[in-house]
Nanobody
Framework: QVQLVESGGGLVQAGGSLRLSCAAS????????MGWFHQAPGKERELVAA????????YTADSVKGRFTISKDNAKNTVYLQMNSLKPEDTAVYYC?????????????????WGQGTQVTVSS
């Protein structure tokens, strides 16, 4: 069982930055590939970025490539999403999730544990 708690969301102007954090419970955090998803009103939840359990491999969606960076600190049981050059279209609830798999997981159905989400609002 893994419990996830996101933090770091908020209101920011376009062009600004935010860093989201996701703190995980459990002693085996390093075994879990992690992902960040976002869900805008009226839209489906989408994968934004993913990282392997040991943090050695990452995936970033085309829509945020070059602006968002995912990282993982297994010593702190925390995964981060650094978001730069934010745009109004990045406005969404952001969720972190842990996959019960290996490698870099880009299939949403493989994510088993979810946080409660944190709101990110980017004003124009």
């Amino acid at each position: 069982q893994v419990q996830l708690v996101e933090s770091g969301g908020g209101l920011v102007q376009a062009g600004g930055s935010l860093r989201l954090s996701c703190a995980a419970s459990g002693r085996t955090f390093s075994r879990y590939p992690m992902g960040w998803f976002h869900q805008a009103p009226g839209k489906e939840r989408e994968l934004v970025a993913a990282i392997s359990g040991n943090g050695g491999g990452t995936y970033t969606a085309d829509s945020v490539k070059g602006r968002f960076t995912i990282s993982k600190d297994n010593a702190k049981n925390t995964v981060y999403l650094q978001m730069n050059s934010l745009k109004p279209e990045d406005t969404a609830v952001y969720y972190c999730a842990a996959a019960n798999s290996i490698g870099i997981v880009t299939t949403p159905s493989l994510y088993r544990y979810w946080g409660q989400g944190t709101q990110v609002t980017v004003s124009s």
